[in-house]
Protein backbone atom coordinates (compact mmCIF):
# COMPACT_ATOMS: atom_id res chain seq x y z
CA UNK A 1 0.00 0.00 0.00
CA UNK A 2 1.26 3.30 -1.16
CA UNK A 3 1.91 5.60 2.18
CA UNK A 4 1.50 9.31 1.83
CA UNK A 5 3.62 11.42 4.40
CA UNK A 6 2.31 13.76 6.62
CA UNK A 7 3.73 16.93 7.50
CA UNK A 8 5.47 19.07 5.39
CA UNK A 9 7.56 21.82 6.29
CA UNK A 10 8.62 24.91 4.00
CA UNK A 11 12.08 25.10 3.67
CA UNK A 12 14.19 27.46 0.84
CA UNK A 13 10.26 28.87 -0.03
CA UNK A 14 9.44 24.95 -1.41
CA UNK A 15 7.47 22.07 0.21
CA UNK A 16 10.25 19.66 1.58
CA UNK A 17 8.34 16.58 1.36
CA UNK A 18 5.25 14.95 -0.50
CA UNK A 19 5.74 11.54 -1.29
CA UNK A 20 6.00 7.62 -1.16
CA UNK A 21 9.17 7.19 -0.35
CA UNK A 22 11.98 9.08 1.54
CA UNK A 23 15.02 9.41 -1.10
CA UNK A 24 18.24 9.64 0.29
CA UNK A 25 19.30 13.46 -0.72
CA UNK A 26 23.71 12.76 -1.19
CA UNK A 27 25.37 15.27 0.89
CA UNK A 28 26.20 18.09 -0.73
CA UNK A 29 28.96 21.22 -0.22
CA UNK A 30 27.02 24.64 0.16
CA UNK A 31 28.44 27.92 1.98
CA UNK A 32 28.30 28.56 5.82
CA UNK A 33 26.47 31.26 6.75
CA UNK A 34 28.53 33.49 8.76
CA UNK A 35 26.66 35.18 11.87
CA UNK A 36 27.16 38.25 13.80
CA UNK A 37 27.56 35.91 17.02
CA UNK A 38 30.16 34.05 15.68
CA UNK A 39 33.11 35.04 12.69
CA UNK A 40 33.08 34.16 9.34
CA UNK A 41 34.47 30.38 8.31
CA UNK A 42 36.93 29.14 5.43
CA UNK A 43 35.35 26.19 5.55
CA UNK A 44 31.59 24.95 3.62
CA UNK A 45 29.22 22.91 5.38
CA UNK A 46 27.58 19.95 4.21
CA UNK A 47 23.86 20.49 3.20
CA UNK A 48 22.14 17.37 4.23
CA UNK A 49 18.43 15.85 4.99
CA UNK A 50 17.12 16.48 8.39
CA UNK A 51 14.25 14.97 10.19
CA UNK A 52 13.10 17.48 13.02
CA UNK A 53 10.84 15.96 15.95
CA UNK A 54 9.09 18.52 18.23
CA UNK A 55 5.76 18.74 19.15
CA UNK A 56 5.55 22.39 19.16
CA UNK A 57 4.86 23.54 15.98
CA UNK A 58 5.76 27.03 15.81
CA UNK A 59 9.18 25.45 17.63
CA UNK A 60 9.67 23.16 14.53
CA UNK A 61 8.99 26.11 11.95
CA UNK A 62 11.87 27.89 13.74
CA UNK A 63 14.50 25.21 13.60
CA UNK A 64 13.49 25.11 10.34
CA UNK A 65 13.58 28.51 9.24
CA UNK A 66 16.81 28.40 10.92
CA UNK A 67 18.44 25.42 8.56
CA UNK A 68 17.31 27.05 5.53
CA UNK A 69 20.35 29.59 5.08
CA UNK A 70 22.91 26.86 4.78
CA UNK A 71 20.28 24.73 2.29
CA UNK A 72 19.74 21.77 4.63
CA UNK A 73 16.39 20.27 3.60
CA UNK A 74 13.81 19.48 6.60
CA UNK A 75 11.64 17.24 7.46
CA UNK A 76 8.91 18.04 10.51
CA UNK A 77 7.19 15.62 12.94
CA UNK A 78 5.33 16.04 16.04
CA UNK A 79 5.19 13.07 17.64
CA UNK A 80 7.17 9.92 18.48
CA UNK A 81 4.43 7.73 15.93
CA UNK A 82 5.27 10.12 12.92
CA UNK A 83 8.77 9.92 14.09
CA UNK A 84 8.87 6.17 14.12
CA UNK A 85 7.06 6.18 10.25
CA UNK A 86 9.40 8.40 8.79
CA UNK A 87 12.80 7.23 10.48
CA UNK A 88 11.62 3.57 9.30
CA UNK A 89 11.05 4.29 5.80
CA UNK A 90 12.82 7.30 5.15
CA UNK A 91 16.18 8.04 4.76
CA UNK A 92 17.96 10.76 7.26
CA UNK A 93 21.58 12.55 7.63
CA UNK A 94 20.82 14.32 10.94
CA UNK A 95 18.05 13.81 13.42
CA UNK A 96 16.74 16.70 15.84
CA UNK A 97 14.74 15.67 18.49
CA UNK A 98 13.03 17.34 21.40
CA UNK A 99 14.01 15.74 24.62
CA UNK A 100 10.46 16.09 26.11
CA UNK A 101 7.28 15.65 24.20
CA UNK A 102 4.34 13.23 24.98
CA UNK A 103 6.52 11.55 28.03
CA UNK A 104 10.06 12.77 29.58
CA UNK A 105 11.28 9.64 27.65
CA UNK A 106 10.18 10.96 24.12
CA UNK A 107 13.46 11.94 22.69
CA UNK A 108 14.70 8.87 24.08
CA UNK A 109 12.83 7.08 22.18
CA UNK A 110 13.38 8.66 19.04
CA UNK A 111 17.45 8.25 19.88
CA UNK A 112 16.26 4.19 20.04
CA UNK A 113 14.62 3.98 16.86
CA UNK A 114 17.18 6.59 14.84
CA UNK A 115 19.97 3.76 15.69
CA UNK A 116 17.39 1.15 14.15
CA UNK A 117 16.85 2.24 11.47
CA UNK A 118 19.13 4.88 10.63
CA UNK A 119 22.31 3.93 12.09
CA UNK A 120 24.37 6.68 9.88
CA UNK A 121 22.78 9.60 10.69
CA UNK A 122 23.29 11.77 13.84
CA UNK A 123 20.93 12.46 16.22
CA UNK A 124 21.10 16.29 18.36
CA UNK A 125 18.49 16.50 21.40
CA UNK A 126 16.90 19.99 22.52
CA UNK A 127 16.33 20.15 25.92
CA UNK A 128 15.26 22.53 28.52
CA UNK A 129 17.77 23.17 31.21
CA UNK A 130 16.18 20.84 33.49
CA UNK A 131 16.79 18.27 31.37
CA UNK A 132 20.83 18.36 30.71
CA UNK A 133 21.52 15.99 33.34
CA UNK A 134 19.25 13.17 30.48
CA UNK A 135 20.35 14.78 27.74
CA UNK A 136 23.90 14.45 29.13
CA UNK A 137 22.54 10.40 29.27
CA UNK A 138 21.80 10.48 25.93
CA UNK A 139 25.31 11.32 25.02
CA UNK A 140 25.92 8.02 25.91
CA UNK A 141 22.96 6.17 24.04
CA UNK A 142 24.71 7.19 20.59
CA UNK A 143 23.60 11.91 20.72
CA UNK A 144 25.82 13.38 18.58
CA UNK A 145 25.04 16.42 21.15
CA UNK A 146 22.77 18.16 22.74
CA UNK A 147 21.44 22.19 22.84
CA UNK A 148 19.11 23.91 25.59
CA UNK A 149 16.49 26.09 24.86
CA UNK A 150 15.49 28.94 24.48
CA UNK A 151 18.11 28.24 21.17
CA UNK A 152 20.72 30.32 19.79
CA UNK A 153 19.91 29.72 16.55
CA UNK A 154 23.63 30.54 15.10
CA UNK A 155 24.77 28.16 16.82
CA UNK A 156 21.80 25.69 16.50
CA UNK A 157 22.94 25.97 12.93
CA UNK A 158 26.22 25.58 13.03
CA UNK A 159 25.93 22.31 15.52
CA UNK A 160 23.70 20.55 12.82
CA UNK A 161 26.43 21.91 10.32
CA UNK A 162 29.33 19.81 12.11
CA UNK A 163 26.38 16.72 12.58
CA UNK A 164 26.40 16.55 8.89
CA UNK A 165 29.64 17.28 8.30
CA UNK A 166 30.81 14.01 10.69
CA UNK A 167 27.86 11.83 8.45
CA UNK A 168 29.89 13.68 5.01
CA UNK A 169 33.48 12.45 6.29
CA UNK A 170 32.36 8.75 7.72
CA UNK A 171 30.14 8.23 4.20
CA UNK A 172 33.90 9.39 2.45
CA UNK A 173 35.79 7.08 4.82
CA UNK A 174 33.63 3.94 3.94
CA UNK A 175 33.56 4.64 0.44
CA UNK A 176 37.73 5.44 0.20
CA UNK A 177 37.93 1.71 2.11
CA UNK A 178 36.09 0.27 -0.49
CA UNK A 179 37.95 2.19 -3.50
CA UNK A 180 41.18 0.48 -1.62
CA UNK A 181 39.66 -2.74 -1.26
CA UNK A 182 38.66 -3.15 -4.64
CA UNK A 183 42.07 -1.27 -5.96
CA UNK A 184 44.76 -3.23 -3.86
CA UNK A 185 42.82 -6.28 -1.99
CA UNK A 186 42.18 -9.76 -2.61
CA UNK A 187 40.05 -11.30 -0.22
CA UNK A 188 41.53 -9.06 1.86
CA UNK A 189 45.35 -9.67 0.70
CA UNK A 190 46.91 -6.36 -0.34
CA UNK A 191 50.21 -6.38 -1.95
CA UNK A 192 51.20 -6.27 -5.73
CA UNK A 193 54.80 -7.81 -5.68
CA UNK A 194 55.79 -10.99 -7.56
CA UNK A 195 55.80 -13.04 -3.88
CA UNK A 196 51.93 -11.97 -3.34
CA UNK A 197 51.15 -12.49 -7.00
CA UNK A 198 52.27 -15.83 -6.36
CA UNK A 199 50.47 -16.58 -3.26
CA UNK A 200 47.11 -15.43 -5.19
CA UNK A 201 47.99 -16.95 -8.03
CA UNK A 202 47.83 -20.22 -6.12
CA UNK A 203 44.71 -19.78 -4.00
CA UNK A 204 42.83 -19.42 -7.43
CA UNK A 205 44.06 -22.72 -8.67
CA UNK A 206 43.97 -24.77 -5.46
CA UNK A 207 40.27 -23.44 -4.73
CA UNK A 208 38.09 -25.05 -6.56
CA UNK A 209 38.80 -28.70 -5.99
CA UNK A 210 38.86 -30.55 -2.02
CA UNK A 211 42.54 -30.71 -1.86
CA UNK A 212 43.94 -30.36 1.51
CA UNK A 213 45.55 -27.13 1.63
CA UNK A 214 48.72 -26.49 4.03
CA UNK A 215 49.29 -22.57 4.48
CA UNK A 216 52.83 -22.13 5.89
CA UNK A 217 54.63 -19.05 7.21
CA UNK A 218 55.88 -16.80 10.27
CA UNK A 219 53.53 -15.49 12.79
CA UNK A 220 51.84 -12.31 11.28
CA UNK A 221 52.25 -12.90 7.68
CA UNK A 222 48.36 -13.24 7.27
CA UNK A 223 48.09 -17.20 6.72
CA UNK A 224 44.37 -16.92 8.09
CA UNK A 225 43.52 -14.66 5.06
CA UNK A 226 44.80 -16.77 2.69
CA UNK A 227 42.89 -20.05 4.45
CA UNK A 228 39.73 -17.57 4.00
CA UNK A 229 40.30 -16.92 0.56
CA UNK A 230 40.83 -20.50 -0.60
CA UNK A 231 36.91 -21.27 1.11
CA UNK A 232 35.16 -17.87 -0.30
CA UNK A 233 36.14 -18.42 -3.79
CA UNK A 234 35.55 -22.52 -3.95
CA UNK A 235 32.69 -24.65 -4.53
CA UNK A 236 31.54 -24.64 -0.26
CA UNK A 237 31.66 -20.55 0.20
CA UNK A 238 28.13 -20.73 0.69
CA UNK A 239 28.88 -23.63 3.28
CA UNK A 240 29.84 -22.89 6.97
CA UNK A 241 33.74 -21.86 7.06
CA UNK A 242 34.82 -23.08 10.68
CA UNK A 243 37.91 -21.88 12.61
CA UNK A 244 39.68 -23.97 15.19
CA UNK A 245 43.15 -23.04 16.87
CA UNK A 246 44.90 -26.24 18.38
CA UNK A 247 47.57 -24.13 20.25
CA UNK A 248 47.86 -24.41 24.11
CA UNK A 249 44.92 -27.05 24.59
CA UNK A 250 45.04 -30.11 25.92
CA UNK A 251 44.96 -33.65 23.94
CA UNK A 252 41.02 -34.40 25.74
CA UNK A 253 39.84 -30.80 25.42
CA UNK A 254 41.48 -30.75 21.88
CA UNK A 255 39.24 -34.12 21.11
CA UNK A 256 35.94 -32.74 22.23
CA UNK A 257 36.06 -30.10 20.45
CA UNK A 258 36.88 -31.53 17.20
CA UNK A 259 34.89 -34.94 17.51
CA UNK A 260 32.19 -33.99 19.98
CA UNK A 261 31.31 -36.14 22.30
CA UNK A 262 27.86 -38.56 23.28
CA UNK A 263 25.84 -38.37 26.50
CA UNK A 264 27.86 -40.19 29.67
CA UNK A 265 31.48 -39.75 28.02
CA UNK A 266 32.50 -38.16 31.31
CA UNK A 267 31.26 -36.30 33.80
CA UNK A 268 28.88 -33.45 33.14
CA UNK A 269 28.27 -34.69 29.59
CA UNK A 270 24.51 -34.48 29.81
CA UNK A 271 23.76 -34.44 26.48
CA UNK A 272 24.94 -35.58 22.84
CA UNK A 273 27.23 -32.75 21.03
CA UNK A 274 28.63 -32.57 17.63
CA UNK A 275 32.24 -31.65 17.51
CA UNK A 276 33.83 -29.23 14.85
CA UNK A 277 34.05 -31.65 11.99
CA UNK A 278 30.75 -32.74 12.23
CA UNK A 279 29.43 -29.47 12.67
CA UNK A 280 30.97 -28.00 9.44
CA UNK A 281 30.23 -30.82 7.34
CA UNK A 282 30.23 -29.70 3.64
CA UNK A 283 31.95 -26.93 4.19
CA UNK A 284 35.65 -26.16 5.11
CA UNK A 285 37.46 -26.27 8.62
CA UNK A 286 40.89 -24.42 9.15
CA UNK A 287 42.79 -25.88 11.87
CA UNK A 288 45.55 -23.33 12.77
CA UNK A 289 48.77 -23.83 13.99
CA UNK A 290 48.19 -27.84 13.12
CA UNK A 291 52.26 -28.18 14.43
CA UNK A 292 51.02 -27.38 18.10
CA UNK A 293 48.38 -30.86 17.53
CA UNK A 294 49.31 -33.71 20.11
CA UNK A 295 50.72 -36.78 18.87
CA UNK A 296 47.97 -38.87 20.67
CA UNK A 297 45.23 -36.57 18.26
CA UNK A 298 47.28 -37.19 15.11
CA UNK A 299 46.33 -40.33 13.98
CA UNK A 300 42.54 -39.59 14.19
CA UNK A 301 43.26 -36.43 12.77
CA UNK A 302 44.26 -38.37 10.01
CA UNK A 303 41.20 -40.71 9.25
CA UNK A 304 38.98 -37.97 9.03
CA UNK A 305 41.37 -36.91 5.96
CA UNK A 306 41.16 -40.32 4.80
CA UNK A 307 37.91 -40.89 4.91
CA UNK A 308 35.84 -38.23 6.87
CA UNK A 309 34.99 -40.88 9.48
CA UNK A 310 34.48 -38.94 12.82
CA UNK A 311 34.28 -40.99 16.05
CA UNK A 312 32.78 -39.21 19.09
CA UNK A 313 34.17 -39.67 22.41
CA UNK A 314 32.59 -42.20 24.51
CA UNK A 315 31.19 -43.88 21.58
CA UNK A 316 32.17 -46.68 18.92
CA UNK A 317 29.54 -45.37 15.88
CA UNK A 318 31.35 -44.11 12.78
CA UNK A 319 29.84 -40.81 11.84
CA UNK A 320 30.93 -39.74 7.89
CA UNK A 321 31.77 -35.90 7.08
CA UNK A 322 32.48 -34.16 4.30
CA UNK A 323 34.85 -30.96 4.93
CA UNK A 324 37.11 -29.30 3.09
CA UNK A 325 40.51 -28.80 5.27
CA UNK A 326 42.89 -26.19 5.43
CA UNK A 327 45.23 -25.62 7.99
CA UNK A 328 48.24 -23.37 8.90
CA UNK A 329 51.62 -23.53 10.49
CA UNK A 330 54.71 -21.49 11.29
CA UNK A 331 56.67 -24.10 12.49
CA UNK A 332 59.01 -26.28 10.51
CA UNK A 333 56.71 -29.12 9.97
CA UNK A 334 59.38 -31.38 7.94
CA UNK A 335 61.83 -30.93 10.53
CA UNK A 336 58.99 -31.98 13.31
CA UNK A 337 58.85 -35.38 11.12
CA UNK A 338 62.55 -36.17 11.14
CA UNK A 339 62.50 -34.93 15.05
CA UNK A 340 59.06 -37.55 15.25
CA UNK A 341 56.99 -34.64 16.93
CA UNK A 342 54.51 -34.88 13.78
CA UNK A 343 53.75 -38.11 11.91
CA UNK A 344 54.85 -38.47 7.88
CA UNK A 345 52.05 -39.81 7.08
CA UNK A 346 49.37 -36.56 8.34
CA UNK A 347 51.93 -34.13 7.40
CA UNK A 348 51.71 -35.79 3.62
CA UNK A 349 47.89 -35.85 3.72
CA UNK A 350 47.86 -31.78 5.00
CA UNK A 351 50.33 -31.07 2.70
CA UNK A 352 48.00 -32.01 -0.47
CA UNK A 353 48.55 -28.39 -1.78
CA UNK A 354 51.16 -25.66 0.11
CA UNK A 355 50.89 -21.76 -0.11
CA UNK A 356 53.65 -20.46 1.50
CA UNK A 357 52.92 -17.20 2.71
CA UNK A 358 56.24 -14.49 2.72
CA UNK A 359 57.79 -12.29 5.51
CA UNK A 360 57.26 -8.63 5.32
CA UNK A 361 60.77 -8.27 4.82
CA UNK A 362 60.17 -10.43 1.77
CA UNK A 363 57.92 -8.39 -0.06
CA UNK A 364 59.62 -4.83 0.55
CA UNK A 365 57.61 -3.40 -2.67
CA UNK A 366 53.97 -3.88 -0.65
CA UNK A 367 55.03 -1.99 2.19
CA UNK A 368 53.31 1.44 0.65
CA UNK A 369 50.72 -0.19 -0.12
CA UNK A 370 49.87 -1.65 3.11
CA UNK A 371 50.66 1.52 5.02
CA UNK A 372 48.00 3.72 2.71
CA UNK A 373 45.36 1.16 3.10
CA UNK A 374 46.15 0.66 6.91
CA UNK A 375 46.00 4.68 7.25
CA UNK A 376 42.41 4.97 5.19
CA UNK A 377 41.03 1.77 7.11
CA UNK A 378 41.78 3.30 10.63
CA UNK A 379 40.69 6.80 9.66
CA UNK A 380 37.42 5.60 8.64
CA UNK A 381 36.92 3.68 11.92
CA UNK A 382 38.22 6.23 13.65
CA UNK A 383 35.85 9.24 11.41
CA UNK A 384 38.96 11.41 11.28
CA UNK A 385 40.04 12.81 7.97
CA UNK A 386 42.75 10.69 6.09
CA UNK A 387 46.25 11.57 7.30
CA UNK A 388 49.11 12.00 4.91
CA UNK A 389 52.43 10.55 5.33
CA UNK A 390 56.08 12.19 4.50
CA UNK A 391 58.19 10.13 2.25
CA UNK A 392 61.24 10.18 5.17
CA UNK A 393 58.72 8.54 7.68
CA UNK A 394 57.60 6.01 4.88
CA UNK A 395 61.38 5.04 4.28
CA UNK A 396 61.57 4.48 7.69
CA UNK A 397 58.98 1.79 7.21
CA UNK A 398 60.00 0.27 3.98
CA UNK A 399 63.87 -0.08 5.68
CA UNK A 400 62.51 -2.06 8.84
CA UNK A 401 62.78 -5.55 9.32
CA UNK A 402 59.00 -6.05 10.47
CA UNK A 403 59.55 -9.57 12.57
CA UNK A 404 55.74 -9.31 13.40
CA UNK A 405 54.86 -8.60 9.92
CA UNK A 406 51.85 -7.43 8.63
CA UNK A 407 50.35 -7.75 12.00
CA UNK A 408 52.98 -6.04 13.33
CA UNK A 409 53.12 -3.09 10.37
CA UNK A 410 49.05 -2.40 11.23
CA UNK A 411 49.47 -2.18 14.57
CA UNK A 412 52.24 0.40 13.91
CA UNK A 413 50.18 2.44 11.72
CA UNK A 414 47.49 2.24 14.02
CA UNK A 415 49.49 4.07 16.34
CA UNK A 416 50.40 6.92 14.32
CA UNK A 417 47.17 7.20 12.96
CA UNK A 418 46.11 8.07 16.36
CA UNK A 419 49.08 10.10 17.29
CA UNK A 420 49.50 12.09 14.34
CA UNK A 421 48.73 15.47 13.82
CA UNK A 422 47.04 15.58 10.39
CA UNK A 423 50.02 13.91 8.81
CA UNK A 424 52.35 10.77 9.81
CA UNK A 425 56.30 12.08 9.86
CA UNK A 426 59.13 10.67 11.25
CA UNK A 427 58.68 12.10 14.69
CA UNK A 428 55.17 9.54 14.99
CA UNK A 429 57.22 6.63 13.72
CA UNK A 430 58.15 4.51 16.71
CA UNK A 431 61.45 4.84 18.26
CA UNK A 432 62.67 1.10 17.58
CA UNK A 433 61.86 1.25 14.07
CA UNK A 434 63.37 4.79 13.69
CA UNK A 435 66.62 3.66 15.18
CA UNK A 436 67.00 0.52 13.50
CA UNK A 437 67.29 2.08 10.52
CA UNK A 438 70.75 2.69 10.72
CA UNK A 439 71.55 -1.33 11.17
CA UNK A 440 69.35 -2.53 8.39
CA UNK A 441 71.32 -0.24 5.97
CA UNK A 442 74.74 -1.09 7.13
CA UNK A 443 73.30 -4.81 7.24
CA UNK A 444 71.72 -4.53 3.78
CA UNK A 445 75.31 -3.10 2.73
CA UNK A 446 76.82 -6.23 4.02
CA UNK A 447 75.12 -8.27 1.44
CA UNK A 448 75.86 -6.27 -2.06
CA UNK A 449 79.23 -7.82 -1.90
CA UNK A 450 79.42 -9.52 -5.13
CA UNK A 451 76.45 -7.83 -6.96
CA UNK A 452 76.48 -6.98 -10.03
CA UNK A 453 75.98 -2.94 -10.67
CA UNK A 454 73.24 -3.90 -13.23
CA UNK A 455 71.14 -5.00 -10.19
CA UNK A 456 72.16 -3.11 -7.55
CA UNK A 457 70.85 -0.29 -10.03
CA UNK A 458 67.42 -2.09 -10.47
CA UNK A 459 66.72 -3.32 -7.33
CA UNK A 460 67.38 0.85 -6.28
CA UNK A 461 64.85 1.43 -9.05
CA UNK A 462 62.27 -0.87 -7.95
CA UNK A 463 62.10 0.03 -4.15
CA UNK A 464 62.16 3.68 -4.38
CA UNK A 465 58.96 3.31 -7.21
CA UNK A 466 57.62 0.75 -4.16
CA UNK A 467 58.49 3.33 -1.21
CA UNK A 468 56.73 6.17 -3.61
CA UNK A 469 53.98 4.49 -4.41
CA UNK A 470 54.77 4.55 -8.50
CA UNK A 471 55.04 8.11 -8.45
CA UNK A 472 57.77 8.65 -11.01
CA UNK A 473 58.58 12.59 -10.71
CA UNK A 474 59.14 11.55 -6.86
CA UNK A 475 61.56 8.46 -7.47
CA UNK A 476 63.91 10.29 -10.42
CA UNK A 477 64.02 13.17 -7.70
CA UNK A 478 65.25 10.79 -4.66
CA UNK A 479 67.49 8.61 -6.55
CA UNK A 480 69.23 11.83 -8.25
CA UNK A 481 67.92 11.40 -11.58
CA UNK A 482 66.40 12.96 -14.23
CA UNK A 483 62.48 11.82 -15.39
CA UNK A 484 63.68 10.81 -19.08
CA UNK A 485 66.75 8.99 -17.58
CA UNK A 486 64.34 6.86 -15.60
CA UNK A 487 62.05 6.39 -18.08
CA UNK A 488 64.49 4.81 -19.99
CA UNK A 489 65.99 2.30 -16.83
CA UNK A 490 62.47 1.47 -16.12
CA UNK A 491 61.90 -0.07 -19.98
CA UNK A 492 65.64 -1.52 -20.09
CA UNK A 493 65.03 -3.36 -17.19
CA UNK A 494 61.60 -4.32 -17.54
CA UNK A 495 60.06 -2.24 -14.28
CA UNK A 496 56.41 -0.62 -14.40
Request: hydrophobic letters at 40%; a negative charge; one cysteine or more.
Amino acid sequence: MVLFYRSIARCQGKILRSRTMAPHITLRRGPLVATPSQPPSDRSAPSAQVLIVEDEHDHAEVMADALRKPGHVCTIVHGLEEASEELLHGSFDVIVTDLVMESATSGLEVLKLAGEHQPGAETIMVTAHGDVPTAKAALQGGAYDFIEKPLDLPVFRNLVGRAAETVLLRTQNEQLRGEVDAAYGFEGIIGESAAIRKVIDQIRKVAPSTIPVLVSGESGTGKELVAAAVHNISKRALRKYVTFNAAGQSESLLEDQLFGHVRGAFTGADKDRQGVFEYADGGTVFLDEIGDMPLGMQPKLLRVLENGDVIRLGSNDSRRTDVRFVSATNRDLKAMVESGEFRDDLFFRVRGAEIHVPALRERREDIPLLVNHAIGRYAADMDIDRPGITQPAMMRLVSYAWPGNVRELFNVVHAMVVISDGEITVRDVPEEIRESEHDEEHASMRGLAGVGLDRLEKEAIRQTLAMTNGNREQTAKLLGIGERTLYRKLKEYGLR
